[in-house]
């Protein structure tokens, strides 16, 4: 059984490491170039390492917006990182959707990204953006509209690590992965 997630689904409402562990495996598409996805991080508004721990800002108002939409900001302004908002609207939780195995698109994934090697598509953040096209035109949008998300029962075995390129909040096992995946941004 597969479930489509329409904007506010009762699947993504929860708490940002609910939602984190249930994204594993799902399929996420964006113009129908995607994958599924082998690792996601947590990231809520009393955490230290959250844009929300400060607050609503202009930056990160889509994070608070309700769950089921997107939430894309730029780091360092570089690359372009996809987040799912998941808490009840006020509320700043979201997922980082951090790496995803590549299955649909690859051609269209290998031309943007400029690389052959299948580990290097979407392994990260950044990458995984540059290859699926997302850019900040998706922040704020629902899911459903540009970008899908499907939901699989039979989701991979999951572990949990600390998160990766943070300096606060590093004592939470926040980051979830495929286990065994070769697909993941690092190893652990």
Not at 14 to 41: K, M, N, Q, S
Not at 54 to 78: C, D, E, K, Q, W
Not at 100 to 121: F, K, N, S, T, Y
């Amino acid at each position: 059984m597969i479930l489509r997630l329409a904007p506010g689904a009762p699947s993504l409402l929860g708490a940002p490491t609910t939602v984190a562990a249930r994204l594993i495996g799902a399929t996420l598409l964006h113009g129908g170039v995607g994958g599924t996805i082998v690792e996601t991080e947590a990231y809520d508004e009393t955490d230290p390492a959250s844009h929300s721990f400060v607050g609503p800002t202009r930056r990160n108002r889509a994070m608070f917006g309700p769950a089921g939409h997107l939430y894309v900001y730029r780091s360092y302004g570089i690359h372009w990182c996809l987040n799912v908002v998941c808490g009840p609207a006020g509320t700043g939780g979201a997922v980082l959707i951090r790496a995803l195995e590549p299955r649909h698109g690859i051609a269209e994934m290998r031309a943007r990204r400029g690389v052959d090697d299948m580990r290097l598509l979407c392994s990260g953040p950044g990458r995984l953006c540059a290859a699926l096209g997302v850019t900040g035109a998706l922040d704020g949008t629902p899911i459903g509209g540009a970008v899908s998300i499907v939901l699989s029962p039979d989701s991979p075995a999951i572990r949990t690590t600390p998160r990766i390129g943070i300096t606060r909040g590093t004592h939470l096992d926040w980051r979830f992965v495929a286990d065994g995946s070769p697909w993941l941004s690092r190893r652990g």
